[in-house]
């Protein structure tokens, strides 16, 4: 009797765990998309997902007719209000073309441009030469690209330095514009971490007002949306001053097969979870050769008659 | 899949007991009554358990439908005689979000008091619970006229305690009641009641005024978190 009942229990024991891992009974399902999520709700082959109307686009001469092909597409079924472009130089073709079109952009002044001598006239020029951005995101990812595009390091305190010093020109200036933080890295906690040290260096609601800045993270794994959530919670929310806009400017899926599994499972636990009021979908093309290949929603946008469409953006497009 | 053997798991916990008699093991029902004698004589004996429960919730929270299941193993301990009235005391790691082994960790322990009659017991326990909870509980509720934002309310979990991974001070330490009935056949328990947390939730409220953010205000709230639990022990010594 006792070897018996002992032999059950271990059986059940063992059971429990077994069904423990990796089972759906044990993983929560997104949270149900709601109309106070703001996710536009989109049919797709995979069933409903909800899509926040923003996409990262790179700047790139060359592409500008499929990008305008594209983003019309998508602009009328309403899929696209805004895009996040990286600004080259002072006048960028693709910026004037995206313009022409209605759609709102944030621009990302370049990391480059965060090392010159002069901030205040190198912001200046740049508000000046794109009037229709009224966001301009300072820098992106600083503390960890900036070795791969052959730049200086630059340390978390200095980019602080850099955006203290932006800030208080652009806020002491009448034109309206917003400022972003740079987006900080978006796997792991390293993000989320550095996202922490930026508020111990004054991102504080009373040092920059939250009415001239928001805060720009990027999210591409379920532990870094983990680790953002408890670090916006504990620190980027300040409990007697409020805290500021925060909007995914970069997630999305190496593999076209999985955008829209991507978007089921992880827009509505940005917009829900994080409180993300923007998700920016990284990348309408992110070129036909390298890392970025499958995060792209077009291919070969340098020739029209060629282009090709991930299955996402066919869905968004409504498109076979 | 998943569903399917749990469901197997719990059918076996609650039938445990009618099993094991129903197996045709006449020799159990003479064991047992030598048993009961030999305790109306002796001092019960002190004896340790590995248990392993499954955890379900299923309520609404600041207009949110939960619905969940975790798991928790805990050694619990049951003295000879009471200490301070209580009856023994576990420890225990409770897993919740299998879908990321990077959140949803934690360590518990409480106490409890016992009173048992025929074999069978009632269990209430007090405990304490520490760890790095996963995002399930954080929402924000988007108020937009039209396509235009006006206003939103973010509520989560305050976070409370020092945690050594990941971010520092982000995770959690918040009370909670237990109380189980449960049979004890031979070496096994089969045990299942209520587990009620009591954690502290901060809602802060923004609205936007010609597009500028404006802090509202921030309120504090502790709630009741309702579970039940279905679990299966085995002694260890």
């Known amino acids: 009797m006792t070897k018996m009942t002992r032999r059950v229990s271990l059986v059940l024991l063992s059971s429990a765990l077994f069904c423990g891992c990796n089972s759906r009974f044990f993983s929560p399902v997104a949270p149900t998309l709601t109309p106070d999520s703001g996710l536009i709700t989109v049919n797709t082959p995979e069933g409903q997902i909800g899509w926040s109307p923003y996409i990262v686009v790179h700047s790139d001469g060359g592409a500008v007719e499929g990008y305008r092909k594209a983003l019309t597409l998508l602009k009328s079924r309403g899929m696209v209000r805004g895009v996040r472009v990286g600004l080259s130089g002072y006048g960028d073709t693709g910026v004037q073309m995206i313009s022409s079109l209605g759609i709102e952009m944030v621009g990302i002044v370049p990391n480059e441009s965060l090392f010159d001598s002069n901030l205040e006239a190198m912001i200046d020029r740049y508000v000046s030469s794109y009037p229709d951005i009224k966001v301009f995101q300072i820098g992106n990812e600083v503390t960890t690209i900036n070795q791969t595009q052959g730049l200086p390091k630059m340390t978390i305190e200095q980019y602080m330095d850099v955006f203290k010093k932006i800030y208080n020109h652009v806020r002491s200036n009448p034109s309206p514009v917003m400022l972003m933080t740079q987006s900080t890295f978006g796997s792991g906690f390293y993000g989320s971490d550095e996202l922490k040290k930026m508020v111990e260096l004054g991102l504080k609601p009373n040092i920059l007002s939250p009415q001239r800045v928001i805060v720009g993270i990027n999210v591409y794994s379920d532990d870094a949306l983990g680790e953002y959530v408890s670090t916006r919670n504990q620190y980027l929310d300040d409990p007697k001053q409020g805290g500021y806009r925060v909007w995914v400017m970069e997630t999305g899926s190496p593999n076209p097969s999985e955008h829209i599994s991507h978007v089921r499972s992880f827009y509505s636990r940005l917009a829900s979870a994080l409180g993300a009021e923007r998700i920016y979908w990284y990348v309408l093309w992110g070129g036909d050769t390298g890392p970025d290949v499958g995060f792209s929603l077009i291919s070969n946008p340098y020739d029209t008659n060629r282009m090709t469409y991930s299955p996402l953006f066919k869905a968004l497009a409504g498109i076979q | 899949m998943g569903e399917a053997t749990l469901f197997v798991v719990l059918f076996f916990m609650v039938n445990g007991p009618v099993f094991a008699q129903a197996s045709g093991l006449a020799e159990t029902k003479l064991v047992e009554q030598t048993k009961q004698t030999e305790n109306k004589t002796k001092k019960p004996k002190p004896a340790?358990?590995?248990?392993?429960?499954?955890?379900?919730?299923?309520?609404?929270?600041?207009?949110?439908?939960?619905?969940?299941?975790?798991?928790?193993?805990?050694?619990?301990?049951?003295?000879?005689?009471?200490?301070?009235?209580?009856?023994?005391?576990?420890?225990?790691?409770?897993?919740?979000?299998?879908?990321?082994?990077?959140?949803?960790?934690?360590?518990?322990?409480?106490?409890?008091?016992?009173?048992?009659?025929?074999?069978?017991?009632?269990?209430?326990?007090?405990?304490?619970?520490?760890?790095?909870?996963?995002?399930?509980?954080?929402?924000?509720?988007?108020?937009?006229?039209?396509?235009?934002?006006?206003?939103?309310?973010?509520?989560?979990?305050?976070?409370?305690?020092?945690?050594?991974?990941?971010?520092?001070?982000?995770?959690?330490?918040?009370?909670?009641?237990?109380?189980?009935?449960?049979?004890?056949?031979?070496?096994?328990?089969?045990?299942?009641?209520?587990?009620?947390?009591?954690?502290?939730?901060?809602?802060?409220?923004?609205?936007?005024?010609?597009?500028?953010?404006?802090?509202?205000?921030?309120s504090r709230q502790y709630k009741l978190i309702p579970t039940l639990y279905v679990g299966v022990g085995l002694k260890l010594f």
Do not use: C
């Open chain 2, 48 to 218: 340790t358990y590995l248990k392993a429960n499954v955890i379900h919730g299923d309520f609404g929270l600041y207009g949110y439908r939960y619905y969940f299941n975790d798991l928790n193993f805990e050694i619990e301990h049951h003295w000879s005689k009471r200490h301070l009235g209580l009856a023994g005391f576990s420890i225990g790691y409770r897993k919740e979000d299998f879908s990321s082994s990077d959140y949803g960790h934690f360590l518990n322990s409480k106490v409890f008091w016992k009173a048992e009659k025929h074999g069978f017991y009632f269990k209430p326990g007090i405990g304490g619970e520490w760890g790095k909870p996963s995002p399930r509980f954080e929402r924000t509720r988007f108020h937009y006229r039209g396509v235009e934002l006006i206003s939103y309310e973010r509520i989560y979990l305050e976070r409370n305690a020092w945690m050594p991974v990941g971010v520092k001070n982000t995770g959690t330490l918040n009370p909670f009641f237990e109380l189980g009935i449960g049979q004890k056949a031979g070496p096994v328990l089969f045990e299942g009641g209520a587990r009620i947390g009591y954690d502290k939730f901060v809602i802060s409220t923004f609205q936007f005024k010609n597009d500028n953010l404006t802090f509202q205000g921030v």
